[in-house]
């Protein structure tokens, strides 16, 4: 019951976009982003609800289709300061609790 | 400022050994959960709870043991069942409203167990 994050792995330079995807195998009630630095604490990005909204803070963006099980993040324009490692976590509805994916590792070059 | 406190920072346990990890909260929260986190992988749920004096195993609670005694509280203790025990360990808590997670987590800095 994992989702299944992807790409693993992405490297851009500094203002390309990108968009980083996760899929559960089960319906979901809620998705949650968070991104963590090198040896940090995760911190937290953003909650999507089932209701397929969008969510946006700036110039990191997310949508969530119920439909389809899954959730992508957006980041456009990027920065130096959003390199880490993006999870999401999923609650698969009535279930009280987050599963995390593997996360996607993103480096932003200058 | 509000937030979790884990302590130690780093911890190492030799075989056979029980050691404890410490999780305090000054925010309020009701919701508090235990993770793992292995080198390149995601987190992997412990232990959670949800109210004082209550508590639910997670995804792999085998070789674990949790209290909640106090709601700013809750200490994770990591028994010598617990074959493979080096790893980084996250705590979070979170404002609970219902059943549904509909809060974000608040996670602390961790604790980095080795095994000696």
């Known amino acids: 019951q994992q989702p299944v994050q992807s790409p693993q792995a992405v490297i851009l330079r500094e203002g390309e976009d990108a968009v980083i995807n996760c899929s559960s195998s089960k319906a979901l009630y809620s998705v949650h982003w968070y991104r963590q630095k090198h040896g940090e604490a995760p911190v937290f990005l953003m909650i999507l609800l089932k209701g397929g909204e969008q969510k946006g803070h700036e110039k990191i963006s997310a949508s969530f289709n119920e439909k389809k099980q899954q959730s992508s993040l957006y980041l456009t324009a990027s920065q130096l300061s959003y390199s880490g490692t993006y999870f999401c976590?999923?609650?698969?509805?009535?279930?009280?609790?987050?599963?995390f994916g593997q996360g996607t590792r993103l480096t932003i070059n200058p | 400022d509000g937030g979790i406190t884990q302590s130690p920072k780093y911890l190492f346990r030799k075989e056979g050994q029980n050691v404890t990890l410490s999780c305090e909260q000054n925010l309020n929260h009701d919701a508090m959960y235990w993770y793992r986190q292995d080198p390149g992988q995601g987190l992997r749920l412990i232990y959670y709870s949800q109210i004082v004096n209550d508590f639910q195993k997670g995804d792999i609670a085998e070789g674990y043991s949790v209290s909640r005694e106090k709601k700013e509280s809750f200490p994770l203790t990591v028994t010598s069942a617990q074959k493979n025990p080096t790893a980084f360990y996250l705590c979070?808590?979170?404002?609970?409203?219902?059943?549904?997670?509909?809060?974000?987590?608040?996670f602390g800095d961790g604790t980095r167990l080795s095994i000696l």
């Open positions: 979070a808590s979170s404002m609970s409203q219902g059943p549904y997670s509909n809060q974000p987590q608040h």
């Open positions: 976590g999923t609650e698969i509805s009535g279930a009280q609790k987050l599963v």
